[in-house]
């Protein structure tokens, strides 16, 4: 009979054949538990707004959360609008006002700019800066 020569089997290849599987069901593993705590904070989300949510794949969870992310994103861009067209009438209001077109006197403007500002600075961060001999100025920065 012929004898069969075995080929030396090298560590490393038995290293991979062993770890390989076993470094696979780690990383599904993980996949999975931040699936499951996706769908826990998404099914929370959903069901504060109202949605029925029952039960739900993988690709379910994956699509709610990049709809709910993308509708987010529209919500805080709306609010940037409004931020920087509330910044624009006031800067325009500040313009009028100092251009003494308004009729109005120095104090009644600096109160009407001093209230209109803590709006903007509340909602941007951003800061009055006071120009000496002058009322407030708002600046954005």
Known sequence: MAETQQQPVSRTYQY?????????????ARINRCLDELKELMVTALQSEGENVSKLEKADILELTVRHLQSLRRVEQGGNRYEEGWSAC???????????????????????VRHLNPVV????????VVVEGEGPLWRPW
């Open 90 to 112: 006031l800067e325009q209001v500040t313009r009028f006002l100092r251009e003494g077109k308004a009729g109005v006197g120095p104090e009644e403007a600096v109160r009407l």
């Open 16 to 28: 991979r054949k062993v770890m390989k599987p076993m470094l696979e069901r780690k990383r599904r």
């Open 121 to 128: 600075c509340h909602q941007s961060g951003a800061r009055m």
